[in-house]
């Protein structure tokens, strides 16, 4: 009996290590297996019901409305009970100094630059 407990103990589904954020304007929003997300409510959703090692929240190349809702994105996730705990890296194509300073007063682990 306890042989099946220790099985059913490994067979539980591991949580994705990481969850990929960033915002696409499209029709159709596009969420994959491997953690990649489109929208940042469906991102939000995804963290915390799953609990990853790492949520990443892309900023790319987008407009200042877009950086306000992934700044709103990355401060709920840092607030928030269930992923509060959770590494946020946000991924930036360019030095904006108001961003980087709105990302540490938001708790935002790391701010790395990927041109």
């Given at each position: 009996?306890?042989?099946?407990?220790?099985?059913?103990?490994?067979?539980?589904?591991?949580?994705?290590?990481?969850?990929?954020?960033?915002?696409?304007?499209?029709?159709?929003?596009?969420?994959?297996?491997?953690?990649?997300?489109?929208?940042?409510?469906?991102?939000?959703?995804?963290?915390?019901?799953?609990?990853?090692?790492?949520?990443?929240?892309?900023?790319?190349?987008?407009?200042?409305?877009?950086?306000?809702?992934?700044?709103?994105?990355?401060?709920?996730?840092?607030?928030?009970?269930?992923?509060?705990?959770?590494?946020?890296?946000?991924?930036?194509?360019?030095?904006?100094?108001?961003?980087?300073?709105?990302?540490?007063?938001?708790?935002?682990?790391?701010v790395r630059y990927i041109?």
């Open positions: 009996m306890s042989e099946s407990k220790n099985q059913q103990r490994t067979l539980t589904k591991r949580p994705d290590p990481l969850i990929f954020c960033e915002i696409l304007h499209d029709d159709n929003p596009i969420e994959s297996d491997d953690g990649w997300v489109s929208s940042p409510i469906r991102c939000f959703d995804q963290a915390v019901d799953e609990n990853p090692e790492i949520i990443v929240v892309n900023f790319g190349k987008t407009a200042q409305s877009d950086r306000k809702t992934l700044l709103e994105l990355a401060t709920a996730l840092k607030r928030n009970n269930h992923t509060k705990n959770c590494p946020v890296l946000a991924l930036l194509h360019s030095k904006h100094r108001k961003l980087i300073e709105e990302l540490k007063l938001a708790k935002v682990d790391y041109g």
